[in-house]
């Protein structure tokens, strides 16, 4: 098979195509990772927030369980349940190291480092409100504890009180502040209290507190140089976490006094909340913290899917429209009625280009091969009406009484019979090889025998044309051919060397060894073949003679069933001549063994 022309790279569809898949992948993976970035970042982000937020809530929790609780014993189920609702592990332990409460359970190594310390006395991250403003976690109250009956009995008078404070505010409300003492609350940009409303019944601390304030009044008052008195007014005027109001006052009379109070109140509620602990947050399982698309997100990602996925098609329609239209024209051609010929314009020089190039020129073939189809058709109606014509004629004669029928007659019309045979036989033999059917019987065949065979056959006919017949061979020579098929092609031969020689010319037949092949040339002194006739030789129906006349005889076919024979065998044939010169023709076959080497 002829290799195709050579298509230069950047015309050729398979570059074109290579180069559009790439451009698509690189903007798929481009895009993908835009997007993927952009939100991984977000999320990141937001997770972040989320998980300070969550760490947050956790701590402030924890501490108000520390402020509320004396010791840590009863934390382990608020652990759980936190670790369940947050999605975090949360781990306590003491100062020591020693494991409090441990939401992944015993065994389970904790995190380098921890999150926080839980000390409601000292608290060192934002807790709850006013937690920073003394650094004691204002849900640690312990002796300020109310009891029921003083609970019931201050909410009574800021109820009363509530009403008064609404005529003047009418979002002013009620709130329970850890020590049980109920408190009238306003908006943050309220006035002071009008003076109608106000009630130093219910800022007088009840006995609870008036008890707990004497015990930190003599806890701090070996730190005051004032008397004891002095040390109760001020802590009863900056103390936070029992005032009426809800308002923490600033405290005042220097940063001594402020120490000392601080002090004593760490004393005096150390007895009621737990130890100091390390608060350990972690992932649950030890995994990293995941996050879910929202919903933006995910509308981000379907948007940016569905534009490359535009692009795509796009570029691919635009490539495609370009492939197809060309094919599409060669499908309408190949559609054609074949009669019809149908050629398509050549307007690229890629692989399509030279696909429609090359059915142009299977449509040219096609159009020579109907011609030729056409040619034989009258070549064979010709060649058989003349012997019929004759035949016909003399019998058409003879029936009517206008001729006997002599020997002369009869020979004849056997002679036009027999060229009617003649070529009904190699038309029968031309077809055989075109439909592959033809059969070879091969045997090993003696060359100089062969040629012998051949000779003795023609040289009846040589004699009576005046021509002397001749024949050279090596000895040894064999051949693995069908013997009956050699002599029919070499007799085909001689037989057109001797139409062609005139009297007392010489046709000579040679047979030699070439390498791994058995030379046989049939050579003839007649006037010889002329250059332009030299290709068309072995056509069917071709002769030299331009009016086709038949008065040299022959079918026009043996020179055809010459070259079908001899490539059924695996060989060639050729011709040579030089006008006035003669004409050579030489078949090249397969040896079936050196005459040196013996082979039998």
Known sequence: MTPGPRIPWRKSLLVRLLLTSVTIAALSVGATAWLAMENTARAIQEEHGQVLSDDTDILRQISGYAATHAEWN????????????????IALTDETGHVIADSAGPGTELPVRASASVDPLTTDTYSEPGAQLA?????AVGPYRLTA????????LAEKRLLCVRKYDSEAGLRRIPSGRTVVVRDAGATSMPPDCQDKVLRMPVSTEQKALGELSVLAESCFEEGRAQVLTYMLENVPGWLPDGQVIRLGGGRQRQACVETARRTQLDPYVAPRARLYLGNLG?????????????????????LVLVVTVAMTTVVAVRLVQPLRALTAAALQPPQRHTRVVVTTQDETGHLAAAFNDLTARREQLEAQRKAMVSDIAHELRTPLTNIRGWLEVTRDGLLEPDPDLIASLHDEALLLQHVIDDLQDL???DAGTLKLHRETVRTDELLAQVVSAHRARAEAAGIRLDTRAEPGLRLDADPVRIRQSLGNLISNALRHTPAGGTVTLTAHHSADLVVLTVRDTGSGIAPGDLPHVFDRFWRAEKSRSRHAGGSGLGLSVVRHFVEAHGGTVTADSEPGNGAVFTVRLPSAGHPDNGTP
């Open 431 to 433: 077809a055989a090889a």
């Open 135 to 139: 650094g004691i976690d204002p849900r």
């Open 286 to 306: 030890g995994q990293p913290a995941g996050f879910d698309l929202s919903p933006g997100d995910k509308a981000r990602i379907a948007g940016v899917a569905g």
């Open 149 to 156: 009956t003083e609970r019931s009995l201050v909410k009574a």
């Open 74 to 89: 009863g934390v382990r189920p608020m652990v759980r349940s936190l670790s369940r609702t947050m999605g975090r592990r």
